[in-house]
Structures are given as structure tokens and as C-alpha cells.
DNA sequence: GCGACAAGCTTG
DNA sequence: GTACGAGCTTGTCGCT
């Protein structure tokens, strides 16, 4: 059934007839006939790299289909197309319409491991899915949420496959030499070629061994049972699929002018620094960015005590102990100004511009199996992380707050823009904002009476908290700050000595205000001992409720380390996992009503809570109510009110407006 | 030259 | 003596 290849690598590990190379004609016809037989399907592509958006493609297609008469039950093919190796392969032509046809049908399951990259490489070959999707990635996140969900370590972990890892290791070999024969580095060779110019028997028989993990993986856990153990959170997840190759596929304008002239800005200002620094450490080396030659600059020549230390037990460099000491010597601001700037030109400048398409969009990542506890994670760049503006820079270099008409000069947000219709108009973002969302679930959890009824009333929260605390304390309404602050630290159980660290006050005044904080909000703390010991006693796992699971084996660790930390874990997962399925779920309501209507609107992206619509002019008050009610139809939250709020731009991310409606 | 790790930064 | 998630970047160190 396979031919070895000739050069430049010839495979020499015994293969078992069950996987195969599917070179000719006859060979494809033969494989379509399997493929057609079976509805469940596994499919995996191998590419030139992993950006889908500019200009990576995929080289060849792995597939498979379950078979009893196989030893690992699973049959599977790899059919070249792309392959840079002057080895026969089938034109990609000839296979289009068969595998297009496959691909659409109603009724079939397709399986992949990380699903939504694949589904990103078929649409590039005009292949969309039509039927169900199953992507074990998510499911192996499910199955046991604490362990790594990459294929080949879950091959030997949930599999037992201890050598599974041994095929990569010969790709990565043949990487190695194929990247040493064009003189470039192995990560630059990767990003240009990928696996295109690695033989077609190495490749094919790593693939298939790939869709023959997965195909095994997915039997393991259908025979747990995983997707009916948590249809409601499986189901989304695997539309949500869907949802987000839609999102990533439409990307973020971006301003390439703005962010080039932020990143000489910066580079500057760098440049200005260093020029200043440099002559302080003469006859020494001292780069401002390395942590060592601070450290020993700081502790060794200033002999300055240290007061805060790194997990490691060293004296730590962190802003904060920066600022601490800044008085001390007059390269401590300068430093401290050059690392800031450092940060945002390496960081986010940088970042963006090497990962634009040709259009100047930018196709960023969201991964629904990034984190244990249920939500998003996002990468490539992290959304998530961007910085806001800020308010003491905006003073130090335009003289105003931010309020006042002042501006952050180097906002990084001012890169992200609105798109504009071929007629010139504005397509303005809208921003949907889950109102205190975090809260809301703590709310139902703990069925706090004062929250409750301050979110009944629609009171805002922190003023409320700010009256009932200061009714203890007396002396009027408590701080605002510190009434926000504990809120936000709620979820994951922050102590008073986090509050006074954050809100930078003296312990004994935090701990008062926790004190009282929770004299009034008693039945949170009840709620969290009594969740903890119910959790202990159900075998150190639980479900919140929507049905997602999470175990915390560390919470009757001996360790009192470690036990606190699983504590926290847990409650965190509770809450900022609730809080997540909302958005996830209004996702997938969101899509599915926009392509059921056809509204000329489209899901753009998500950051937590938020969740981002651009919106055309004309439709934007039919789209943003009903968006808005989607967001907001969740009764099992009685008699707790979900709310969104609505903003957008019609300019950039940092000049973001309320919505009037 | 590469991978792994530590530390630091920014967010919700 | 402390904090929850997450992602990304630089510098450092050991290995080949």
C-alpha cells in the first residue's frame, strides 16, 4: 500500500498496514470509499506554518475513520498535495470537489485535536464543515482539566503510549537538517517552510499517527462518556468553534502608521535614556532590561536592605521596589522610565506589526481550551493583557488628566480602528459589557441578601458596599477605592494584607476594612468555608452550574501551602467560570441569530465580559437591542437581573463612547 | 543555537 | 510568608 520514498528520508520502523500514504488515483478512490462507509471522521492537516491569515497553507491532509480490524481501531491515510520534495503527489485540483463534498455533509462527525486551526486550514481550500464537530482538545481539557492537553503528551498520559513522542522527534531531527542545509535558524525555517520539505514518508506516517492518537483519544473519552456527562458546556464548546474561526477570520483593523510612529516614539525615549544611564556605570556593563545587573547594582553596590523578595527567595527589581527607591540614586527613575518604555515598544508595538496580514488586519488567537477554569484565553497577541490608558502618563507628558482632555500619548488601544465601508462610512464597534458580572454569580452562589438586593434595585454595587461598610466603621461612606478593590478580589479570595498591598495602605487599616467589610457580607465568607468542606467531602471536585467540571485534588493536601492556594483555586473557578459560560454561550447566540437574520453585522471579538460587534450604521437599533437581550436572557440566574451595557467606537479603541439607545 | 526557566509586566 | 487566572518578553543558564 505505501512506497518508500527514495530521498531524502526513508522511514524505517515497522508500519502496520492500517496507516497509509495515498499517492494516485486509485489509491484516493480507495480511501473515499472508507470515508464514505463511516460518518465519524478524524482529520488533521499538516502546513507550512501557523499563519493561516497571511501566507501559510496546508501541504497535505491526514484522515481516518474507525475500524475494528485495525490494532489500534483506527484506520487512517495521509494525502499529499503541497509537498516541496519532488516526490510524486496528487494535484490538490483533483482532490478539491471530493474532499469539499465530504467535508459539507449534514449528517457526519468530523473529529480533530485543536479543532479550530484545522477548520482554519480547510476554508483555505474552500472545504467547510457541515456536520458535527468534535475536537478532542477541548474533550481531553473536560476529561481532566489539571494535566496538558497537547496530543502526544495526552497519547502517553491518558493512552499510555510512552513512545508517542517518538515521531516528532524524528520531524524535529529532519527539521533540523533541513534548516541547517538553508543556513537559516530552526524557528525561521519553521515559520517559511514548515513541514512542506519534509519527505512524504516522514510526514505522512507522523500524521497518521496523529489521527490515529486522536481517533483513539476520542473513543477513550466517548467511552467515559464525556459529552453527555456535560452536554449543556459540550455543546456550546463545539459550536463555539464555529463562532470563533468566524471572529479570528474577520480580525482588527489596524492603525500600521499609529503603531510604527509609537514604536520610534519609544525606541527614542530608549535611546535618550540609555544615553543618559550608560555614563553612570562606567568601566562596567549594565543593561537596564537585565534583572541581574540591577539586582546587583541595587543590593550590592547601594547595599540598599531588601525588603521584597522573588518566589526564589532573590531581592526583587519590580517597579514597585523601583519607585521605593528611587530617591536613593539618580539612575534608579531613569531606569525605571526606560523600562516602561521598553515595555511598550517590545511588547505591543512589535507584537502587532509581526503579526498583520497583507491588509493591515490583525488575526489574533482565542483559545476555548486555553484554561482550566472555562474561560477564554487569548494569544497571538493576548487581547486580554492590553494595557489601558494611563492616567499618571497622560499628566507627566500632555499635562492633563485624561478627564480633563488629556491623552495617553503612548495608548496602545489608539492602534485598534474602526473599519470604514467601501462608501467611506463608519462601521462603528460596539462594546457589550456584562454589568458586574463576576459579582452577579457570587451573588447567586452565596445568595447574599445585601448584594441582592442592591443588584434587585440596581443600585451600583460599590456604593452600596461603600454605605454598608462605613455604617460599621462609621464616620460616613468608606472609601470608594477599597470598596472596588475588595469586590474585584472577592472571586479569587483575597486577604486584607492583598487589599492594603493593591490600595497600597497600612495593613491594620485593610484589615479593618475587611473586618467590617465581611461582618456585613457574612454569608460570603459562610458560603466559602461551607463550598470548601462540601467540595472535600465529594472527592475534591465539583461542577458549577452550568455543569462544567474542575478538580482540586490539593485541597486536603497536608501542605497548608498548598491547601490554601487549591482554595482559592477552586472559588475562583467557580465564579470566573460561571461568569465565562455566559459569554461563551452568548457567543454562539449571537452568531447563530446573525446568520439566521443576515444582518450586516459581524462578531469581532471578546475580552472577558466584553463582547465586540461591528455593526453597520443602518441596522444598529434592530442588531444592539436584540444583541443586548441575548446577552441578558439567562433565568436560572433568578431572581438575580443579568445586564449589558453598551459602548462604541467610531474613532479608535481609546476613544471609546456610550452608546445612546 | 536552542530549550527551559525565572522574573517582570499588563490585564479581568 | 502569601493572593486568582492568563500570555508575552527579556535575560540567564546549561546543553549540544
Not at 502526544?152 to 527539521?175: F, I, P, Q, T
Not at 482632555?405 to 470604514?420: E, L, M, N, Q, V
Request: charged share 25%; hydrophobic share 35%.
Amino acid at each position: 500500500m505505501y512506497q518508500i520514498a527514495a530521498f531524502p528520508y526513508r522511514v524505517d520502523w515497522p508500519i502496520d498496514g492500517s496507516k497509509s500514504l495515498v499517492t494516485t488515483g486509485e489509491q484516493f478512490e480507495g480511501m473515499l470509499r472508507h470515508l464514505q462507509a463511516n460518518q465519524v471522521r478524524i482529520f488533521d492537516h499538516e502546513t507550512t506554518g501557523l499563519q493561516w491569515f497571511k501566507d501559510d497553507y496546508s501541504c497535505g491532509l491526514g484522515l481516518g475513520v474507525f475500524d475494528s480490524t485495525s490494532p489500534s481501531g483506527v484506520r487512517s491515510w495521509y494525502v499529499p498535495y503541497r509537498h516541496q520534495t519532488g516526490e510524486g503527489q496528487l494535484d490538490i485540483e483533483t482532490i478539491r470537489d471530493p474532499m469539499r463534498r465530504l467535508f459539507a455533509e449534514p449528517d457526519a462527525v468530523w473529529i480533530a485535536h485543536n479543532f479550530k486551526f484545522d477548520e482554519h486550514m480547510n476554508r483555505r481550500e474552500g472545504w467547510h464543515i457541515g456536520g458535527r464537530r468534535y475536537c478532542t482538545q477541548m474533550a481531553a481539557r473536560l476529561y481532566d482539566e489539571n494535566k496538558p492537553v497537547a496530543l502526544k503528551k495526552r497519547a502517553y498520559l491518558d493512552l499510555g503510549h510512552y513512545w508517542a513522542s517518538e515521531w516528532e522527534k524524528r520531524l524535529d531531527e529532519e527539521v533540523n537538517r533541513l534548516a541547517k542545509a538553508r543556513k537559516m535558524k530552526k524557528t525561521d525555517y519553521m515559520a517559511t517552510y514548515g513541514y512542506c520539505e519534509v519527505a512524504i514518508d516522514l510526514c505522512g506516517f507522523y500524521c497518521c499517527y496523529d489521527v490515529d492518537f486522536t481517533g483513539q483519544l476520542f473513543s477513550l473519552y466517548e467511552r467515559w462518556g464525556l459529552s453527555s456527562h456535560f452536554p449543556r458546556v459540550w455543546n456550546n464548546e463545539m459550536q463555539l468553534i464555529h463562532t470563533l474561526c468566524d471572529m479570528e477570520e474577520y480580525g482588527c483593523l489596524i492603525d500600521v502608521d499609529y503603531v510604527q510612529y509609537l514604536k520610534a516614539e519609544t525606541g527614542k525615549v530608549i535611546d535618550r535614556l540609555s544615553g543618559m544611564i550608560e555614563p553612570m556605570f562606567r568601566g562596567s556593563t549594565f543593561n537596564p532590561g537585565s534583572d541581574a545587573d540591577l539586582r546587583s547594582f541595587l543590593y550590592e553596590h547601594l547595599m540598599i536592605p531588601a525588603t521584597t523578595r522573588t518566589k526564589k527567595n532573590q531581592p526583587s527589581v519590580e517597579a514597585d521596589v523601583l519607585a521605593a527607591f528611587a530617591h536613593l540614586h539618580p539612575a534608579i527613575p531613569l531606569i525605571m522610565e526606560w523600562r516602561e518604555a521598553d515595555k511598550i515598544r517590545t511588547t505591543w508595538t512589535d507584537s502587532i506589526l509581526k503579526k498583520l496580514d497583507h491588509n493591515g488586519v490583525l488575526h489574533g488567537s482565542l483559545q476555548n481550551e486555553g484554561t482550566t477554569s472555562g474561560r477564554l484565553s487569548s494569544s497571538s497577541p493576548n487581547l486580554q493583557n492590553f494595557a489601558n490608558e494611563n492616567d499618571d502618563r497622560a499628566v507627566r507628558l500632555t499635562g492633563r488628566h485624561i478627564e480633563d482632555g488629556g491623552h495617553d500619548p503612548w495608548s496602545i488601544r489608539r492602534a485598534f480602528i474602526a473599519r470604514k465601508r467601501p462608501d467611506g462610512v463608519v462601521i462603528p464597534r460596539v462594546i457589550l459589557d456584562y454589568e458586574q458580572i463576576e459579582l452577579k454569580a457570587l451573588a447567586y452562589y452565596t445568595k447574599d441578601p445585601i448584594m441582592t438586593d442592591a443588584f434587585l434595585k440596581g443600585e451600583d454595587i460599590h456604593q452600596r458596599t461603600q454605605v454598608e461598610v462605613g455604617a460599621i466603621l462609621g464616620g460616613g461612606p468608606a472609601p470608594r477605592r477599597l470598596a472596588k478593590i475588595t469586590a474585584f478580589g472577592l472571586s479569587y479570595c483575597m486577604s486584607a494584607k492583598g487589599l492594603s498591598r493593591q490600595a497600597k495602605i497600612p495593613e491594620d487599616e485593610a484589615e479593618r476594612f475587611m473586618e467590617a467589610f465581611f461582618g456585613r457580607y457574612s454569608s460570603i465568607s459562610n458560603y466559602r468555608e461551607a463550598f470548601w468542606a462540601k467540595v472535600r467531602f465529594e472527592g475534591c471536585q465539583f461542577a458549577n452550574m452550568f455543569g462544567r467540571p474542575r478538580r482540586v485534588p490539593g485541597l486536603t493536601s497536608d501542605d497548608n501551602k498548598i491547601r490554601k492556594s487549591s482554595e482559592r483555586q477552586s472559588f475562583g473557578a467557580l465564579i470566573q467560570g460561571t461568569a465565562a459560560q455566559l459569554t461563551k454561550e452568548s457567543l454562539v447566540r449571537i452568531h447563530k441569530w446573525l446568520r439566521e437574520t443576515g444582518y450586516p453585522a459581524v462578531l469581532v471579538s471578546t475580552v472577558h465580559d466584553e463582547i465586540w460587534i461591528d455593526c453597520d450604521p443602518s441596522c444598529l437599533t434592530v442588531v444592539v437591542p436584540k444583541v443586548k437581550q441575548l446577552m441578558e436572557d439567562y433565568p436560572e440566574f433568578a431572581p438575580i437581573p443579568i445586564t449589558a451595557s453598551a459602548d462604541y467606537i467610531d474613532t479608535n479603541w481609546a476613544e471609546k463612547k456610550k452608546l445612546p439607545l
